[in-house]
């Protein structure tokens, strides 16, 4: 079972940057970044495979960095030129596989306000 705990979320200016945490009980095979959006759903934002793999949403592409720190099993999420459309609550997603299934934890979530 693997506990997940983000960090770093806050109240940031219209272009400014932020970054996210997400510290892991445990190693994942995966983690990701989702986000809620405003009809309670949770959208893709950044995953990353092992310590190279990484995918973005369109909507953050080339603003958005993700990253991870294998002896801390710390996942990163650097924002830059923030939105006020990315003002919203974010969730680390890892994902652990099993010799006969996957398993996928979720954090808590962490809330970042971009300010307009």
């Known amino acids: 079972q693997l506990r997940l705990v983000e960090s770093g979320g806050g109240t940031v200016e219209v272009g400014g940057s932020l970054t996210l945490s997400c510290t892991a009980s445990?190693?994942?095979?995966?983690t990701n970044w989702y986000r809620q959006t405003p009809v309670n759903e949770r959208d893709f934002v950044a995953g990353i495979i092992g310590n190279s793999g990484t995918n973005y949403a369109d909507s953050v592409k080339g603003r958005f960095s993700i990253s991870r720190d294998d002896p801390t099993n710390t996942v990163y999420l650097q924002m830059n030129n923030l939105k006020p459309e990315d003002s919203t609550t974010y969730y680390c997603n890892a994902v652990t596989a099993t010799e006969e299934h996957y398993k996928s934890y979720w954090g808590r979530g962490t809330h970042v306000t971009v300010s307009s």
């Open positions: 445990g190693r994942a095979s995966a």
